[in-house]
């Protein structure tokens, strides 16, 4: 193992990110509405601009894992990874057009509250609970992982960088709330492009230029056609990355709070759409920028990489090795790379401890205690933020003890997202679902995913010949893109696998849409012969009438009976005569927080020249979700 070390500037260039990180949350700490209230604190005041709203969306979805991971894997496996790209189309539009505009209108603050608004209060807490065990298990990773390959290949001191940045991490978060968060984002995206940007110039500069790079790839078969196999245990194929990403991609720009939380702090619906808009090309740079530096780092060391050389350990040390060998004769590079790998454990560790501080807040304790001034429940958010920042750390030290469970940690985090994809889906698109069926989906989606995550594990620890699946755990939500390859290992060859050992090798990139389908089935089953919900009982505000959205052209009668019988609603399309209603069932404690409506509204009363934008918190109306159309 060679180690190399850091100059004087380098260390320079790494505080200055956190001092300047630092500065931006004191900023809007002691500036503006100076967060003292909840809507300042957890929701920005809903008043951001789609730019730094997207730019914060994309920051959150890219992790330092992704930054290390990418590169990892195309160096290993070629570019056929790029396909996933394709998946992004989908994986964006569904979420504009249909749960933003469903979210943004009901008013939500935590994407749970939707649980109870179409379920009962019983689904919302059971989907809050587990998104907050998804979320923690994951923060001591997002932040330990990388300080670990820090430290292994420049000598940078572990715990020392593990302290900085979660404490850097968790002051901002808990003094400046999204605001902050959103606006480090902003700069961390920066650093981010600039980091990668450079040591792909740099790179690309030593082999002969980017001609050259694409040249030696072609020669080391690193340049992958498309795959058409529909093979579903085929790692990677253009079906399981084009389909199977889309799944995943829901599951993180459609319904997890951390991004949900971004959509809701825009200033009008029509902002929040444009910032998922301007995700799109973003993150194809993202994964391009990472595609290629994983192919100037082929042409650097063709066959002869860093981990077969016996220079890395692991797989997710080769980019920092990598780096360190190009830019060690260039004082300051090697330190804003390392920025901008340690940009994305911020990003997504800020994002992390104020979606948690949001659902624990609205969903675990102002519906139990509606009398809470908002001053008492601004100053509890900030706490909760910061008790979040100091479990952080004491899960990046659990992290550090797991060794080979480091893998099962992250597989943990993967297996929840694509339940909790299904429950929305169920309540979303099927009108007929009761709560009773939402739960029982829940959990037997839970259930499937622990058992084929646990057990593909289990069998590759188990077996000495890797599985044709030799990605060590299932992803979605911020780990969706990498965190397979932290723990990479290439097949040797492909053995015949049966029975139970077969369905374990199923693609990590299916696993979002098994469990998330599981959870569908399973919940209509139950629904069936439970008793389906009446139409009449449904909120109409909380479905998405797809059936009769596609024939949009039948008489409105017929489209209530697609609708289920749910009461069938024209699209308004001038905004100043939009008919605001009172929904036919209020999620618990929702009024006490003057989110979702004024109660002495009348149910049909016509408001004029009222913008669609629900950021006020004096005056708020129930809001009706019509229709939209892809």
């Not at 200033?267 to 920028?289: D, G, H, N, R």
């Amino acid at each position: 193992m060679v180690q190399m070390h850091f100059s004087t500037l380098d260390y320079v260039i790494f505080a200055l990110l956190l001092l300047l990180s630092t500065g931006i949350g004191l900023y809007y700490a002691f500036s503006g509405g100076r967060q003292q209230t909840t809507q300042e604190f957890l929701l920005a005041d809903r008043s951001m601009h789609f730019l730094p709203v997207a730019l914060s969306l994309l920051a959150t979805f890219q992790s330092a894992v992704a930054i290390l991971g990418v590169p990892a894997e195309i160096y290993t496996s070629g570019t056929e990874y790029w396909f996933l790209g394709v998946s992004y189309i989908l994986g964006l539009l569904i979420p504009a057009h249909i749960f933003i505009p469903i979210f943004y209108r009901l008013g939500l603050t935590s994407v749970y509250q939707y649980l109870e608004l179409r379920f009962n209060t019983a689904t919302r807490i059971c989907g809050t609970v587990t998104f907050i065990f998804q979320m923690v298990i994951y923060m001591g990773v997002v932040l330990y992982a990388p300080a670990l390959a820090l430290n292994a290949v420049t000598g940078f001191d572990l715990w020392g960088a593990v302290l900085a940045v979660g404490l850097v991490c968790t002051l901002y978060t808990a003094l400046g709330g999204l605001k902050a968060v959103i606006w480090t984002d902003v700069f961390q995206t920066v650093v981010m492009f600039a980091g990668q940007l450079t040591v792909i110039v740099v790179g690309a500069w030593r082999v002969g230029g980017m001609g050259e790079v694409w040249k030696i790839a072609q020669e080391g078969g690193r340049i992958n056609g498309i795959d058409f196999n529909p093979d579903p245990f085929e790692r990677h194929t253009f079906w399981t990355l084009a389909f199977g990403g889309i799944f995943m991609m829901l599951a993180l720009y459609g319904v997890n709070q951390a991004q949900v939380q971004r959509y809701l702090s825009s200033k009008t619906e029509k902002e929040a759409i444009k910032s998922c808009y301007l995700v799109f090309p973003c993150q194809q740079i993202v994964l391009a920028l990472g595609c290629v530096m994983g192919l100037v780092m082929y042409a650097q060391y063709r066959e002869n990489s860093p981990l077969a050389s016996g220079y890395v350990k692991m797989p997710d040390q080769m980019v920092l090795y990598f780096v360190m060998d190009v830019l060690q004769d260039l004082p300051g590079l090697p330190g804003l790379f390392v920025a901008c790998l340690f940009s994305g454990s911020l990003s997504t560790i800020s994002s992390a401890f104020n979606s948690l501080a949001t659902v624990t807040m609205e969903d675990l304790i102002k519906p139990y205690f509606p009398s809470m001034t908002e001053k008492k429940a601004t100053v509890l958010s900030k706490l909760l933020a910061l008790g979040y920042g100091i479990v952080c750390l004491g899960m990046a030290y659990i992290a550090s003890q797991m060794g080979s469970v480091l893998q099962a940690a992250l597989s943990i985090f993967g297996m929840v997202g694509g339940p909790l994809l299904g429950v929305f889906c169920l309540g979303i698109f099927f009108p007929c679902a009761n709560s009773v069926g939402a739960l029982s989906g829940l959990l037997a989606g839970l259930v499937m995913a622990f058992w084929i995550g646990i057990g593909s594990f289990v069998s590759k620890s188990s077996s000495s010949v890797p599985s044709v699946n030799t990605t060590a755990f299932p992803q979605t939500g911020n780990v969706t893109m990498t965190a397979m390859t932290t723990l990479l290992t290439t097949a040797a060859t492909k053995p015949r696998l049966s029975g139970l050992n077969k369905f374990y090798a199923l693609s990590y990139m299916w696993y979002s849409a098994h469990n998330s389908t599981t959870v569908v089935i399973v919940g209509l089953l139950v629904s069936l012969f439970t008793g389906p919900t009446k139409g009449k009982d449904v909120n109409p505000d909380t479905i998405f009438p797809i059936l009769s959205s596609l024939l949009f052209f039948l008489p409105d009668k017929y489209k209530e009976k697609l609708n289920c019988g749910v009461p069938f609603r024209k699209r308004v399309t001038d905004r100043n005569s939009q008919q605001y209603q009172k929904p036919e069932q209020e999620c618990n404690g929702c009024k006490a927080n003057g989110e979702l409506g004024n109660t002495e509204s009348e149910e049909s009363e016509t408001l004029e020249n009222t913008e669609l934008s629900n950021h006020s918190t004096k005056q708020q109306y129930y809001h009706i979700v019509h229709e939209t159309a892809l």
